[in-house]
């Protein structure tokens, strides 16, 4: 465990719980929110043709396919090309300015 902390969720502060997990071989640092009611559990899923499941990058706090459900092609306008701006939000805040501008396509 990295540690407890209080964080920022929803406009309140609430405790925040930091850990390392790895999945398939890669290690990564994680918050876990125990007072943020969040989706738990997620039963597995067939996407039919021409239907989307979007996941936000916050897996406690994001309403996204398990909340609004599968997304049509249709409304799917745009693509996502670069990080417009990034934040170390698990830390202080602070702007990561390496991160501006960073192409999201694998290098």
Same mark, same amino acid.
């Given at each position: 465990?990295? *540690?407890?902390? &209080?964080? &920022?969720? &929803?406009?309140?502060? !609430? +405790?925040?719980?930091?850990? @390392?997990?790895?999945?398939?071989?890669?290690?990564? #640092?994680?918050? !876990?929110?125990?007072?943020? =009611?969040?989706?738990? %559990?997620? =039963?597995?899923?067939?996407?039919?043709?021409?239907?989307?499941?979007?996941? *936000? +990058?916050?897996?406690?706090? %994001?309403?996204?396919?398990? !909340?609004? *459900?599968?997304?049509? &092609?249709?409304?799917?306008? *745009?693509? =996502? @090309?670069?990080?417009? !701006? %990034?934040?170390?939000?698990?830390?202080?805040?602070?702007?990561?300015? +390496?991160?501006?501008? /960073? %192409? /999201? #396509?694998?290098?």
């Amino acid at each position: 465990m990295l *540690g407890e902390v &209080r964080e &920022r969720s &929803r406009g309140m502060l !609430v +405790d925040a719980i930091r850990l @390392e997990e790895q999945v398939t071989g890669t290690r990564q #640092r994680i918050q !876990v929110l125990p007072g943020v =009611a969040a989706p738990r %559990s997620f =039963a597995p899923l067939r996407i039919p043709a021409g239907q989307y499941l979007m996941l *936000g +990058d916050n897996r406690n706090d %994001s309403a996204d396919s398990r !909340v609004i *459900g599968l997304v049509p &092609r249709a409304k799917l306008i *745009g693509r =996502a @090309e670069r990080v417009l !701006v %990034s934040a170390a939000y698990q830390e202080d805040w602070m702007p990561r300015l +390496d991160r501006f501008g /960073l %192409s /999201l #396509r694998a290098p």
